[in-house]
């Protein structure tokens, strides 16, 4: 084991010396192109830090040699969900900061952080600045469960839930109480199982991650004994993936507790299943089967076929103390069957309730197009409808689902198509456009700031530092000003 | 603060976590593949000069353009390194750096080559059970290693979904891949 540690080491750098070589040939390549900086040339902006964000930038500046991009993020620090998404005991994911770190310190790209588009800058303002805007922001809202006792203390969506241990700046005051024996997650994709791993993970797991300090600390004094995770509909329309389940079921010192009536005729239609969904149904079944260390105090269990239809209030009415679910039938079957209400219901004693039915874009601009039903920016292969120059990418052009990967295919496709229409004269480039000049002097007119890449670079230096003193890879600063202060320091 | 800072730390935390892995579970999701032939030294010169230079063989990708590259490496190598030290243009190649958490290194094998390779760790096949284009003979680049008997080899990189269209339909991320 040690020995393969050390090799991963090295397979590190083997990465980080080619990345950088990679770098620095293309630079050497570029010869007399370069220098474009106040001359000609297009101008794309980006909006949105993230994933999206960076893999579109990456193509953009790898597909046209003439291109420069400047990415435009609301928070001081980049990277999205990578950073405020990712569950902390999944540092592997994030190894691809790596790669949008080489992004940012390409020639041609800069990072301008601390602005909020929408607010402190229009879109149509960078539209004049810019021959194309990419928004590629994701998804800063939820879905709600629309159902009474919903906004009850002890009632919590995932995006906060989530925001807070990972040192999200407006989640740090959440302060969840974990007093109860039983949490109740309300939806079972991948950001549902993240929760439970979270809530029942020894505290000596995530006690060497990022996660943040003071919500490491709730967790070790949690007594939160037993995470149910209910889905609306069967075991075959599960929406977590199979290496997330297995984190699960090979969680220590934790059982697993299922309905074995929820599995019933699984057996019988599992050898038809495609590959990934009979491997997933299978690690499910083997879980009812074999349940897990019987000593374990704690456990987590899928629970199927409910909905969420009321947060029940304690006599007080003051806060949640457990959830009604109504319990469904399946119409139809597959990957498109649908859940139809049976009228029983079942009561569920829990003091903690986090609803993890999706994440949702929303509009930042009344000057953009935007489809209110399905909580994205209506657009045609990444061309936003209507509106020439304008593009989209990520999560807020495809909804709230997909891994980094998904995200990473949908943005290069964005980034060729907006080359493409560079190349046929859909985009005018005969005109100059001043880019961040004009808009960095907007911006300070009305006293925004903004934080440049190598500014972050002081902020992550002074989170390692900080992590270093708790045995940690990092400490994530959770106060913006703090951010501010240290990056223009 | 320098890229080179913030690796060194991402690499930490990768090396935590497997410690983590080590004290709390049976799990091992790296690649036993290199196991003897590197030595830990430093960096890829001394990886490469520790291993005799008869031991080249030469591998084919058949990119997504159709366009064919062919190159020669080294036994001991993954396919995920051959692809960064050689700088193949293969876009959004490897993206985890090779710890299994992302499945951009997928690549499909002839059926006979695929044979021989041996058996599957189940943390490849939940990782591979998220790439697109999963077909019989699938691998991921990053847990192949190469061997004299693969000389010769074809891989052929899969395609990625390409039309927004299709992606934008209700996903579900255990749906059957579409080619
Ligand atoms: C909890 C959670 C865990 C996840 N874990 C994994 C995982 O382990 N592996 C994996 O592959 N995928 C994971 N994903 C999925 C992955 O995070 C997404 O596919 C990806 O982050 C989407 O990228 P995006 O750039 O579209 O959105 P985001 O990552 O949300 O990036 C959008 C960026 O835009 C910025 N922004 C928003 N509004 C504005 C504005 N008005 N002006 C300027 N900037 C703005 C935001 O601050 C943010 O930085 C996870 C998702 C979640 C929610
Ligand atoms: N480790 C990782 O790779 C990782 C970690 C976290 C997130 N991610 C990715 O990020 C994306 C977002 O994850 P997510 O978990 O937020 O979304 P998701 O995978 O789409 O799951 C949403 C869940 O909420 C349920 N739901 C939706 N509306 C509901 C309603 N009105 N009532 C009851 N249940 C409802 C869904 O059930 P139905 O199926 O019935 O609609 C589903 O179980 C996913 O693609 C995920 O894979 C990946
Ligand atoms: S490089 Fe990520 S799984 Fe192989």
């Known amino acids: ?489 | 603060m320098s890229a080179c800072a913030l690796r060194v730390l991402l690499q930490r935390a990768a090396v935590m976590r497997k410690a983590a892995h080590q004290t709390f579970s049976q799990t091992r999701a790296f690649p036993q593949c290199v196991t003897g032939s590197y030595t830990y030294s430093r960096g890829i010169n001394t990886l490469t000069n520790s291993l005799r230079a008869e031991e080249k063989v030469t591998v084919h990708f058949l990119n997504r353009d159709g366009k064919r590259i062919s190159v020669k490496a080294l036994t001991g190598e993954s396919l995920l390194d051959i692809v960064v030290n050689h700088d193949l243009d293969i876009d959004g190649f490897g993206a985890c750096e090779g710890t299994l958490a992302c499945s951009t290194c997928h690549l499909i094998f002839e059926e006979a080559v695929y044979k021989k390779l041996g058996p599957i760790s189940d943390e490849e096949m939940d990782m591979l059970d998220l790439a697109y284009g999963l077909t019989d003979t699938s691998r991921l680049g990053c847990q192949v290693c190469l061997r004299k008997d693969l000389d010769g080899m074809i891989l052929r990189v899969p395609d990625v979904i390409s039309d927004a269209r299709v992606d934008s339909e209700k996903e579900s991320s255990t749906a059957p891949p579409k080619v």
């Not at chain 1, 106040?38 to 960076?54: E, N, Q, T």
């Not at chain 1, 969680?251 to 507790?257: C, G, I, T, W, Y």
């Not at chain 1, 049976?342 to 601009?365: A, F, H, N, W």
Request: hydrophobic share 40%; aromatic share 6%.
């Open chain 1, 1 to 489: 084991m040690k020995m393969m540690t050390m090799i991963n080491l090295v397979r590190g750098s083997v990465m980080k010396i080619h990345g950088l070589s990679r770098a620095s040939r293309c630079l050497a390549a570029e010869g007399g192109v370069r220098g474009l900086s106040s001359s000609s040339g297009p101008r794309v902006c980006i909006v949105g830090g993230g994933p999206a964000g960076f893999y579109t930038a990456q193509q953009l500046l790898k597909a046209r040699h003439d291109t420069a991009v400047d990415v435009y993020e609301r928070l001081p620090v980049p990277f999205g969900l990578v950073r405020f998404g990712v569950a902390p005991d999944h540092p592997e994911v994030k190894n691809v900061i790596n790669s949008f770190t080489q992004t940012a310190q390409h020639e041609r790209c800069s990072f301008h952080g601390n602005v909020n588009v929408g607010k402190d800058v229009t879109i149509d303002e960078l539209r004049q600045a810019y021959h194309a805007v990419v928004l590629s922001y994701g998804a800063e809202g939820n879905r709600s469960m629309g159902i009474p006792g919903e906004d009850l203390p002890g009632v919590f969506s995932a995006k906060d839930f989530v925001g807070w241990y990972n040192g999200l700046p407006c989640n740090k005051e959440l302060h969840p109480d974990l007093s109860c024996e039983t949490a109740v997650i309300l939806g079972q994709g991948n950001v549902a199982l993240d929760v439970a791993r979270i809530l029942l993970a020894p505290v000596e797991m995530l006690k060497e991650t990022d996660i943040s300090q003071n919500s490491l600390e709730a967790l070790a004094n949690s007594k939160v004994r037993r995470v149910l995770i209910v889905g609306r509909r069967g075991p075959l329309q599960i929406a977590c993936t199979i290496k997330e389940l297995r984190e699960m079921v090979n969680l220590p010192k934790v059982r697993a507790d299922m309905l074995p009536a929820d599995f019933k005729g699984i057996a019988e239609v599992l050898k038809d299943l495609p590959r990934p969904r009979k491997r997933l149904t299978e690690l499910m079944m083997k879980a009812v089967k074999e349940g897990g260390d019987d000593k374990a105090e704690k456990c987590w269990g899928l629970r199927f076929f409910r909905s969420p239809v009321e947060v029940l209030a304690g006599a007080d009415g003051k806060r949640a103390t457990g959830i009604r679910l109504a319990l469904n039938k399946l119409e139809g079957s597959g990957e498109s069957a649908r859940a139809e209400v049976t009228g029983q219901t079942e009561d569920v004693d829990c003091g903690l309730i986090i609803s993890s039915i999706g994440y949702k874009s929303i509009p930042i601009d009344p000057a953009v197009p935007f489809d209110p039903r399905r909580a994205i920016v209506p657009n045609e292969m990444g061309r936003v409808q209507d509106t020439a120059g304008l593009y989209c990418s990520g999560w807020v052009k495809r909804g709230p689902t997909g891994v980094i990967a998904t995200t990473m295919n949908d943005s290069f496709d964005t980034a060729r198509v907006l080359i493409q229409d560079m190349e046929d004269g859909k985009l005018d480039l005969s005109v100059n456009k001043p880019g961040a000049k004009a808009i960095t002097a907007l911006l300070q007119t009305r006293g925004v700031r903004t934080v440049l890449f190598s500014q972050w670079e002081k902020i992550n230096a002074e989170e390692e530092k900080r992590g270093r003193s708790l045995g940690k890879p990092r400490e994530k600063l959770l106060d913006v000003d703090e951010m501010l202060k240290i990056a223009w320091s």
